[in-house]
């Protein structure tokens, strides 16, 4: 027996979960886990895979920028194709893909054979995600349970990204960098036995067409705008290719707009980008994803440029930030349920806002770690609050067959957030920048720094304006 995912919620919701319950927010929550890490657990190791396979010093960015743009770019199709065709089978055929993709990435010997591992791992990254997600806003009732679930969701996909980093490092030290491809195979393996026993398929009633051509140009529009950011940290704001494919990216984009207003069954209906929850929310989200991943970035910057750690001891100098953000995503259903999910949204906001200003302090010595872990760790933590307000408000009030529709948005500004992050933020540190140095480093990335709590703020301040009223929107 199943749980029909695509019910709607019955009268009387458990007020507890049930071991059912518990069995798919474990395997939905591994596989959300599984995919954060990938997003920063070759980084640490890219030197060393360049060595080992051979990669120019000017292709190795695309290890991760293949995974990327694939990632981001085919996010909100995949998350429509979940709401027409069945959520478990997108999200179990993803998994497939991942784990195949992961044992290729693993044994390649070529750069080509690692490239093209990674972008099939990016593709089942935009599946999965959106996927698993809207499996675990239908499988649990709008309320308590659903923002218990969506806050262990954040704080282990943002504990993730932070995993990443420290489990990169300590695989490229002790075994090979080959394992950071070969961890996700056996994750994948347990969830694709376990989940087809006690997760039920989600299809609707009623299957409208796919609106392709909208599709297609949503793709290539996120497509040519992630590169174009991508572009930005390596080659400048000012390279033909950085502005090129910005402004290419923004005609596709606005042609997908003028197209959607007129199809009979768009990929993203025009009511739903009307909701403030869902608007608004996912621009705080976007600021939220942006914001503290390009933080870790700089910070890593900081420790080994300036103050000389190797990159095993900087990943792990972000342990504390990781126990930050769990504890968020503990803290964030109980500040949603004694106020809302805006106070979520602001409290965080203010919080994280005002740890990244306090970094602004450090100095080129190490007397400034103390300064660096309390800052990461509260920014963490208020971090977690905005994310999981952000998930919140932008998937409650809809109906279970908008739910993929919803967290494939919600996904994808994770997603975009994520991978435009740091480009933007390492062409600012760069352009700050004078002269050569560790000086001349920290320089930059305190002008970094303060642009990143800047943006915090501005975050805030679309919470407080435009989501008033709106995170208790329904119908």
Known sequence: MSVNTGASAPAAAPARLTPRMTVILVLLLSAQFMLAVDFSILN????????????????????????????????????????????????????????????????????????????????????????????????????????????????????????????????????????????????????????????GESLPERRPRLDAPGAVLVTLGLLAVVHGFSQAGEAGWSAPLTWGSLAAGAVLLALFALVESKARSPL???????????????????????????????????????????????????????????????????????????????????????ATFALLFLGADQGSMPLLLAATFVGGVGNMLVIVGFMVTATSGLPDGEQGLA????????????????????????SAMVGTGAAATLGGLTWAIGVNAALVLVGVLVSALFLGGAARERG
């Open 268 to 354: 993203v209906p025009i009511r739903i980008l009307r909701r403030r929850t869902v608007a608004w929310g996912n621009i705080a989200g976007f600021i939220a994803f942006l914001t503290e991943t390009s933080l870790v970035f700089l910070l890593t910057l900081y420790l080994q440029n300036v103050l000389g750690f190797s990159p095993l001891a900087a990943g792990l100098s972000f342990a504390v930030l990781g126990a930050g953000t769990v504890l968020g995503g503990v803290l964030a259903p109980r500040v949603i349920g004694a106020a809302s999910a805006r106070a979520a949204l602001l409290t965080g906001g203010a919080v994280q806002s005002a």
């Open 44 to 199: 640490v190791a890219l030197p060393v895979i360049g060595d080992g396979l051979g990669f120019t010093l000017a292709n190795l960015q695309w290890i991760a920028t293949a995974f990327a743009l694939c990632a981001a770019g085919f996010t909100l199709l995949f998350g429509r194709i979940a709401d027409l065709f069945g959520r478990r089978r997108l999200f179990l055929g993803g998994l497939a893909v991942l784990g195949l993709s992961s044992l290729a990435g693993g044994f390649a010997t070529t750069p080509e054979v690692l490239i093209a591992a990674r972008v099939f791992q990016g593709l089942a990254t935009a599946a999965v995600t959106p996927a698993g997600l809207s499996l675990l806003t239908t499988s649990f009732p709008e309320g308590p349970l659903r923002e218990r679930a969506l806050g262990l969701n954040g704080a282990l996909m943002s504990a993730g990204f932070t995993t990443g980093a420290v489990l990169g490092g300590l695989l490229a030290d002790l075994l090979s960098w080959r394992w950071a491809f070969f961890v996700n195979v056996p994750v994948a393996l347990v969830v694709l036995v376990v989940a087809p026993i006690v997760i």
């Open 407 to 430: 967290t494939g948005l919600a996904t994808m500004t994770q997603q975009i957030g994520i991978t435009m992050g740091t480009p933007i933020m390492s062409a600012v540190a760069a």
